[in-house]
């Protein structure tokens, strides 16, 4: 059974950092790319970065490029979120899923979410 | 950046009844489109992929139509626990973007 399990969620202070982890299982977790999903308390999805199955090819949201940085270990079957310069408008749950892999014009990326985890809730506030 | 639109924002029906929800692209998208539920308090789940493409596992009642900038996603007889947000993807373009859900109520 595909799983894939978040942690690191928790409050922080406007500034500050977070890093947050998605323990994965039950499929080959180096042949795909693994996302980052986030949903703002009533709101809708919304995409936060990309990295492909090596590695190779990492995008992220202009939202959050320059503060978030993407990274996975396929030893240990994990990804991983590190925020940093955290700000209210962060405050969300976040969501790693499983993508199904696309490239086309030099880009590499999922071209659908097939497997979700729980998510985990960041909380941004003073 | 491809913006995606989603009608109506939120509907009411009855069981049994045809429902249709549209989502529009900015721009020509080809058929680069997924339909996602998400019940309140889960995560989403996949339901519809490359516009018309059921997901396996998924009641056929669900459906999905469209390519370049219209789609539509359709329940033919809906179900009470069909009662969900519902939200269209591109991935025609970095970065993917959903659209703005649409929240599916029982009369």
């Known amino acids: 059974e595909v799983q894939l399990v978040e942690s690191g969620g928790g409050l922080v202070k406007p500034g500050g950092s977070l890093r947050l982890s998605c323990a994965a299982s039950?499929?080959?977790?180096?042949?795909?790319?693994i996302n980052w999903v986030r949903q703002a308390p009533g709101k809708g999805l919304a995409w936060v970065s990309s990295?492909?199955?090596?590695?190779?090819?990492?995008y992220y949201a202009d939202s959050v490029k320059g503060r978030f940085t993407i990274s996975r270990d396929n030893a240990k079957n994990s990804l991983y979120l590190q925020m940093n310069s955290l700000r209210a408008e962060d405050t969300a749950v976040y969501y790693c899923?499983?993508?199904?892999?696309?490239?086309?014009?030099?880009?590499?990326?999922?071209?659908?979410?097939?497997?979700w985890g729980q998510g985990t809730l960041v909380t941004v506030s003073s | 950046d491809i913006q995606m639109t989603q009608s109506p924002s939120s509907l009411s029906a009855s069981v049994g009844d045809r429902v249709t929800i549209t989502c529009q692209a900015s721009?020509?998208?080809?058929?680069?489109l997924n339909w996602y539920q998400q019940k309140p308090g889960k995560a989403p789940k996949l339901l519809i992929y490359?516009?018309?493409n059921l997901e396996t596992g998924v009641p056929s009642r669900f459906s999905g139509s469209g390519s370049g900038t219209d789609f539509t996603f359709t329940i033919s007889s809906l179900q009470p626990e069909d009662i969900a947000t519902y939200y269209c993807?591109?991935?025609?373009?970095?970065?993917?973007?959903f659209g703005q859900g649409t929240r599916l109520e029982i009369k």
């Open positions: 721009q020509d998208i080809s058929n680069y």
């Open positions: 899923a499983r993508g199904l892999g696309f490239c086309r014009g030099g880009y590499c990326y999922a071209r659908r979410f097939d497997y």
């Open positions: 039950g499929f080959t977790f180096s042949s795909y790319s």
């Open positions: 990295i492909s199955s090596s590695s190779s090819y990492i």
């Open positions: 993807q591109q991935y025609d373009n970095i970065p993917i973007t």
């Open positions: 490359d516009a018309s």
